[in-house]
C-alpha cells in the first residue's frame, strides 16, 4: 500500500477505533457498523478528490456534501429529494430528530436505547470527527492536530462511561492515534528523505547512536502528550448531570467481585426534563390486590447531608432474602396489613434500584439483586437494571395511631445520632424557622405535623417549577425567604428542620400515586417522579410526611381527625389540591426556551437537583471548568507563546545557539562546549549572528518554506527569497544575514555585522505582508518550526540515557570476568 493511500485508511481506522469508546453507552451497538459504512464511503469521496487533484478547500467541501447525502440517505430519505438531496423538509426532520435524541439522551439511562435520534447524534458525530481528522491528517499532511479531535470524542466517551472495560476503549483510542502518526511520518519520509532536526549537533548525535530521525520521535512525543492529555482531561472536567450525560449518583457499579456486594448504584433514572415533556411517558405499571388505589413506590433514601447535598450513605449489599425483616422501630402493637403489588417497567426504563412500596416485606424478581438491609432498598448488581422488568413486591401497609405516634419514646442512640447530624455550615435560620414553627408543640409528633402544615398552608409557600434556586450553603435559607420550590426543596428543608429539632429524618426519593387505569391498574408517569422527607418514630419506624403542596397525599395519621385506627389513604390529595383541573401552566408551558437553556427550570426529578438549592454549578465545579478552561488556552497558546519569547531571545541577543545545518562540514576542529570554528570561540557577536540566522530560518519554516540541510546559508538564502517572493529590501535583508553567518562559519577572523536584528524583522514582516490570511493565522497560532522543542527534548533525553549508560559501565567495568568484585584485571 502507497503511503498515500495508507494514511487516509489510518485515518479513518483511528476514528473508529476512537469511537468505540462510545459502545457502552448505547444498545444495541449495531449503530457502529453503520458510522463504519458511511465513514468508509466519505474518506473515499476524500481520497478520490485528492487524486484529481481539487484545492484543498474544495476537497473538504466535497466531503462535508457527502456525509451530508450520506446521512440524509440513512435517515430522512423519505423527506429528500431522490432520497440523497435534503431540501427545506429533510432539514425539519433532522432538526426532530436532533431534538428527540438530545430528549432522550436526557431521559434514558446508560445504556439508552439505540433511537433515530440518538444514532444520528452518534453517527453524525463520527463522521464529523472523521472528517476533521481526514482534513487535518490528509487533506493538509499534519497528523499531529488530528489528535485534538480524537482527543474530544474519547473525552466524551471516557466522561460518560464507568465500566470495567473502559481501559480497552483507551488502548484502541491510542493505538489508532499512534498507527495514524507513524504512518504520517512513514510517508513524510518516503517523500523528503532526511527532514530537517534543527540542531545538527543533536541530529548527528542521534544518528550515529542509530536513533530515530527527527520525524519519528516527534511523533512519539506529540502522542504521548495527547494521550496524556486524553487520560487527564476527563478527570479534570466536573461530570455532567442528568440521563445519559450525566453522573447518577455514584453510576451503576458492578460489583467487587467475590461476594458480588454491589459498591455503588444509580440513585434514580435522570427525570431532569420530566415535568416540562409534553409526553408523560409510562414508566411504571402496578396492580395491588388490595384496596388501595395507588401507593409510593420508593426508590431509594438519602441519608448523608453535608449542607449541600443528600446522598445515600454507602453501605455493603448482601444477597436477597426470600422474605425481608420487619422495618426498625416497628412495634407489634402497631396495625398493618400486607399487599401484593405486581409492577412492571416500561422497556425503555433502565434504573438500577428497584421501585417498591415501603416497607416491602417480600420480593419476587429475576436476575441478579442485591439488598441493602438499612434502607430496605434492592439493588441490581453487574449491571441488573428494571429494563422490561416485572416483578412483585409484598409489603406493609403500617397504619399507626395519633396516639402511638405521639407517645413515642426515644430513638436508639446510634440511630439519634446518624440521622439527626447536620453541619455546621447550615445557616441558623433553618433551625430559628423550626422552632417558631413549631412552638408550643408537645411531642416530636406534633412538631413534625407542625413543620408539614407550615409548608403545606400556613408557611405561604407556592409549588413552582420555574424557581430558579441556586446552590450552596445558603439554598435552604434561600427557599425558606422565597417560598417557592417543588418537592425536592420542601422535603429537603422539612428533613434538615426535623433534623435541627431532633427527630431523626431522611429524604426518600421515587414515584408518588399514579393515575388509575379502566382495567384496574396505575400508570406511573415521568411527572409522577417525586420527593418526600421521613421521620423516624421508635415503634412505629420510618413515617412518611408530605410538605410539598398540591403533589402526593397527605398521611391520614396527620390529619386533624386521625384520632383513631385511621388507614393512611394514598389516594388522599393533599390539602391544596383542586378538584377541578389545574389553571395554572404547565412546566413545559412556564419555562421559556432561554430558562431551559441556562439551566433555570427546575424538575421533579430529585437526582436533577442533588442540592437544595436547585441544582446550579457549585463552587468546587466552577473551579473546576475555569482551571481546564485556562488550562486549554494555555495549550493552545504555548506554540505562539514559545515563538514570541524565542524571537525575542535571539533577536535580543543569543546566549548561545548550536551551529545551523551545514556547519558541520566546517567543523574540523570545533570547540566542544560551543561547536564554534577554531579563532572564533563563541564570541557574543558570533553567537548573535547564528541566533539571527536560526530566528530567520525559524520564520521562513512557519510561512511554510521547508529548511534544507543540505543548503549552504547562500543557497538557503536564495531559497527563501524565491519561495518567499522577496524583492528590494527584504531580499538584500536576507542576503545580509547569510553573509554575516558565511563569515562566522568559514572566514579566520570574522568581523561582526550590525543591524541583523533589524533585517530579520524586515524579513518578517515581508513575509507576513506576502501571505494570506490562513498562512498567517497558522504562522502565528501553530508555528511550524515549534516543533524543535520537541525535538530538542528528544535529544536531551538521548544525550542523558547515553551519559547515565557511560556512567553505569565506569562503576561496573568488565563484569564476569573472573575477578572478584573490586579486583578487576
Not at 786 to 812: D, G, M, N, Q
Request: charged share 20%; proline share 7%.
Amino acid at each position: 500500500m502507497s503511503g498515500r493511500a495508507r494514511i487516509p485508511v489510518f485515518s479513518a481506522a483511528a476514528t473508529l477505533m476512537t469511537a468505540t469508546a462510545l459502545l457502552p453507552l448505547v444498545s444495541p451497538v449495531v449503530w457502529i457498523f453503520q458510522a463504519t459504512l458511511l465513514l468508509t464511503v466519505q474518506s473515499a469521496v476524500g481520497a478520490a478528490t485528492r487524486r484529481v487533484p481539487l484545492a484543498r478547500p474544495l476537497t473538504v467541501a466535497v466531503q462535508a456534501l457527502t456525509a451530508l447525502a450520506l446521512l440524509t440517505l440513512s435517515f430522512a430519505h423519505r423527506q429528500a429529494l431522490f432520497g440523497v438531496v435534503p431540501g427545506p423538509d429533510a432539514f425539519r426532520h433532522f432538526a426532530d430528530l436532533f431534538q428527540q435524541g438530545t430528549t432522550d439522551v436526557g431521559r434514558y439511562s446508560i445504556p439508552a436505547p439505540a433511537s433515530d435520534g440518538i444514532r444520528l447524534m452518534l453517527v453524525g458525530g463520527v463522521l464529523v470527527i472523521g472528517l476533521a481528522v481526514d482534513t487535518l491528517a490528509v487533506t493538509f499532511r499534519n497528523a499531529a492536530p488530528a489528535g485534538l479531535p480524537l482527543l474530544a470524542l474519547y473525552s466524551v466517551a471516557a466522561g460518560l462511561s464507568d465500566g470495567p472495560s473502559d481501559w480497552l476503549w483507551f488502548l484502541l483510542a491510542a493505538v489508532g492515534y499512534l498507527m495514524l502518526l507513524l504512518a504520517e511520518g512513514r510517508d513524510r519520509l518516503t517523500r523528503w528523505g532526511r527532514v530537517f532536526g534543527g540542531s545538527s549537533r543533536g541530529s548527528a548525535r542521534s544518528a550515529e547512536a542509530g536513533g530515530p530521525l527527527a520525524p519519528a520521535r516527534a511523533g512519539r512525543r506529540i502522542g504521548a502528550v495527547t494521550l496524556g492529555l486524553a487520560l487527564i482531561v476527563p478527570l479534570a472536567l466536573p461530570a455532567a448531570q442528568g440521563g445519559l450525560l450525566g453522573g447518577l449518583g455514584k453510576g451503576t457499579g458492578s460489583g467487587t467481585g467475590g461476594d458480588g456486594t454491589a459498591t455503588g448504584v444509580n440513585l434514580l433514572v435522570s427525570l431532569r426534563d420530566s415535568l416540562n415533556s409534553v409526553d408523560d411517558r409510562q414508566v411504571l405499571s402496578e396492580r395491588t390486590d388490595g384496596t388501595s388505589s395507588g401507593t409510593y413506590l420508593r426508590i431509594v433514601s438519602l441519608d448523608d447531608f453535608d449542607g449541600i447535598t443528600w446522598k445515600p450513605s454507602d453501605r455493603r449489599h448482601e444477597a436477597l432474602p426470600d422474605s425481608l425483616p420487619d422495618p426498625t422501630g416497628l412495634g407489634q402493637d402497631v396495625r398493618r396489613t400486607e399487599v401484593t403489588t405486581r409492577i412492571a417497567a416500561a422497556d425503555w426504563y433502565a434504573q438500577s434500584w428497584l421501585p417498591m412500596p415501603y416497607p416491602p416485606s417480600g420480593v419476587r424478581v429475576e436476575g441478579d439483586w442485591r439488598y441493602e438491609p438499612v434502607d430496605m432498598a434492592v439493588v441490581g448488581d453487574h449491571g441488573q437494571d428494571t429494563h422490561g422488568l416485572t416483578y412483585e413486591v409484598s409489603s406493609l401497609e403500617v397504619q399507626p395511631t395519633v396516639q402511638q405516634l405521639a407517645a413515642a419514646p426515644a430513638p436508639p442512640d446510634d440511630l439519634e445520632r446518624e440521622y439527626t447530624a447536620l453541619p455546621k455550615s447550615l445557616p441558623s435560620v433553618v433551625a430559628k424557622t423550626a422552632r417558631e414553627v413549631t412552638a408550643g408543640s408537645a411531642s416530636h409528633y406534633q412538631e413534625a405535623v407542625a413543620l408539614q402544615n407550615y409548608f403545606t398552608q400556613t408557611g405561604g409557600f407556592t409549588y413552582d417549577t420555574t424557581v430558579q434556586v441556586g446552590s450552596g450553603f445558603e439554598a435552604i435559607a434561600r427557599f425558606l425567604r422565597d417560598k417557592r420550590g417543588f418537592c425536592v426543596h420542601f422535603s429537603f428543608a422539612m428533613a434538615a428542620m426535623a433534623r435541627s429539632l431532633g427527630i431523626p429524618a431522611r429524604v426518600a426519593v421515587g414515584f408518588a400515586p399514579g393515575t388509575q387505569q379502566a382495567d384496574g391498574s396505575v400508570s406511573v408517569g415521568l411527572k409522577d417522579a417525586h420527593a418526600w422527607p421521613e421521620l423516624y418514630f421508635q415503634g412505629v419506624g420510618w413515617t412518611r410526611f408530605e410538605p410539598t403542596p398540591t403533589r402526593g397525599s397527605v398521611p391520614a395519621y396527620t390529619l386533624p381527625d386521625s384520632s383513631g385506627n385511621s388507614v393512611p389513604d394514598p389516594a388522599l390529595p393533599s390539602r391544596s389540591t383542586s378538584a377541578g383541573p389545574s389553571t395554572a401552566p404547565s412546566a413545559s408551558e412556564s419555562c421559556s426556551a432561554v430558562d431551559r437553556k441556562n439551566g433555570g427550570c427546575a424538575s421533579e426529578s430529585p437526582e436533577a437537583a442533588v442540592t437544595p438549592g436547585g441544582g446550579g454549578p457549585g463552587t468546587s465545579d466552577v473551579l473546576a471548568w475555569t482551571l481546564g478552561g485556562l488550562a486549554a488556552i494555555g495549550l493552545v497558546l504555548s506554540p505562539l507563546l514559545w515563538r514570541v519569547r524565542r524571537r525575542a531571545v535571539r533577536l535580543g541577543g543569543a546566549r548561545g545557539h548550536a551551529l545551523p545545518a551545514g556547519a558541520r562540514e566546517h567543523a574540523e576542529g570545533t570547540d566542544p562546549r560551543t561547536g564554534a570554528p577554531p579563532g572564533t570561540r563563541g564570541g557574543p557577536a558570533v553567537r548573535h549572528t547564528l541566533a539571527v540566522w536560526d530566528e530567520l530560518t525559524c520564520t521562513a519554516w512557519d510561512f511554510g518554506i521547508l529548511p534544507d540541510d543540505s543548503l549552504t546559508p547562500r543557497g538557503a538564502a536564495a531559497r527563501i527569497v524565491r519561495r518567499g517572493g522577496l524583492t528590494g529590501e527584504p531580499a538584500a535583508s536576507v542576503h545580509r544575514v547569510a553573509n554575516a553567518v558565511e563569515q562566522v562559519l568559514y572566514a579566520p577572523h570574522p568581523y561582526p555585522a550590525a543591524g541583523l536584528s533589524a533585517d530579520a524583522r524586515l524579513v518578517t514582516a515581508a513575509l507576513r505582508a506576502s501571505a494570506n490570511r490562513r498562512a498567517r493565522l497558522r504562522a502565528t497560532f501553530a508555528p511550524r518550526s515549534a516543533v524543535r522543542v520537541l525535538w530538542a527534548a528528544s535529544a536531551r533525553w538521548t544525550e542523558t540515557k547515553t551519559r547515565l549508560s557511560t556512567a553505569k559501565t565506569r562503576i561496573h567495568p568488565r563484569r564476569g570476568t573472573g575477578h572478584p568484585r573490586g579486583q578487576e584485571g
